[in-house]
């Protein structure tokens, strides 16, 4: 097997999954073209604002994709490539694809909140104040993580910072010229695309080196630059999504796609052939010595290429609120996942050349990893390869900056629908239209709950939070069993959509079978982190996520039993 072979399979794959399952998925859930969404009834001009197709897909892949595609892959690869890429296959068309899709459906049938507020219509408010509080820390993790490694990129790679300020200031100048109808997206694009490639090599030109401007020591450059993101996320939570979001994702996804075409044609050109072995057993010894089991490791391992839970906050918390039409579901949620399946390949291929050193060396440093092999296969193409690998990692910086400042809108999101109380009325119903813009889905609360829901409030909380696990150091702690949690997150979500479509009659086992796999799949990785090391946190955060679960499902077999009970008399009185 060579690489090329294994790109042409897998895009064919992908592209026949979107039109057959992609389509069949429409028919189950009832895709409405003609019907108003949230984004339309309660355009807001700052959470609430309809996006063309085009722009809302290129936040949508631009917050999913991240750095998660790319890192997850390579380090699977030393579990055997071919378990990983049937992960891969099958994970992201049945799972990871269903999942995206369904959470961005039912969150915009259910006025564009998040699938916590849907968890609630299904099984209680327990569950959903659970739920949300498991949300609202994943995602202060993320910011914290994310927010470590952005700033680690910026000092190692000064040129990545100067390329993501442009990047910053771009993005509204831009946002005015289309929300002004200055210019129509399509001459607006032909400006602003190039001067974003234009700031690529700009950054290279002057990169800014905070190290040695001042002659400081890095740590006290990445605890600067920690401050300077920690200002930019705030201000881009609580700022009108069309006017920085929006422009600012569009135009960082254009990167992203010239990195897909680079990866495709210098793979097909390079024709690299795949000297790694492409199974090892279920038991595989790594070569730094420890044995790990492909079970379920290679679940945990990979996410963001297969299924991840973190997808339904982005589907159900900023993509929702931008859907101008349920037509466009298909393309931004099954079909953002399905190009994300194709970048974990090209990943997965970029280390799979190499053998003894070189491919440990790869593992253990999967970033350098992928920008070395995607450079590599470039100058098949006649581009110069220490250029290429420079623009793979300012491509990466700067979507790890895109999920940075869309998980803490998230996080103000989650946050919000904490204390907005029990819901007043059901939502999810699929016939319910989606209320007009000024009625309240929530009961009236305190006066500090109030204040707490304030956007500015629940943004530095969560920032706040944010900071401090970055200066206590916790964020490191934590990180482990992130993978674990990050899957359980999806069979969640995936146990919400089993629910709802049980109660609409449709095909819920096509939800089923896969939140059954999720969980299963979680909860023995979760088992294993548990019972290993010393009782500390890594313990006590895997034991209560376990116990999280348990308590879920309790709740949806008694909704399950208590749907059943509802419709025995609908049933017998039909005479079906």
Known sequence: MNGSTLLIITVVYFTAAYFIYGRFLRRLFGIDPSRKTPAVVKNDGVDYAPARPAVLFGHHFASIAGAGPILGPIFAAELGWIPALLWIFLGCV????????????????????????????????AGRMIFSVFCWAALALVVAMFGIMTAQIFVNTPSAATASVIFILLAPVFGLVLNRRILGLLPASLIFVPLTFLSVWVGMLLPADLVGLFEIEPATAQGIWLAVLGAYVFIASVAPVQWLLQPRDYLNSFLLYALLICGLLGILVCNPDIVQQGWHGLKVITPSGAEKSVIPTLFIVIACGACSGFHSLVA????????????????????????????????????????????TSAVAKPQLAFASGLAHFSTSLGLPEEAMGSFVSLVLAAFMMTTLDTATRLGRFVWQEILSGRQASPAVSSDKAVPEAGSSAVRKSSPLAAFLRNPYVATFIMVGMAATLCVSGQAGAIWPVFGASNQLLAALCLLGVTLYLLKQRRGSLV????????????????????????????????????ALTLFLVILAIRAVIRTHQENRPKLSGTGN
């Open 94 to 125: 049945f799972i990871g694809g269903l999942h995206d899709f369904a959470a961005l459906f039912l969150s915009v049938r259910h006025e564009g909140k998040s699938i916590s507020s849907v968890i609630e219509e299904l099984v209680g408010y």
């Open 511 to 546: 939800a089923f079978i896969p939140m059954s796999f999720m969980i299963v799949m979680s909860c023995w990785g979760l088992g294993e982190m548990t019972a290993k090391g010393q009782f500390g946190m890594l313990q006590i955060i895997s034991a209560s996520l376990l």
């Open 316 to 359: 159900s918390g900023t993509t929702s609120k931008q859907v101008a039409s349920e037509d466009h579901i298909q393309l931004v949620g099954y079909g953002g996942m399905l190009l994300e399946g194709v970048l974990a390949v090209i990943s997965l291929i970029s280390v799979l050349y190499l053998s003894g050193a070189d491919f």
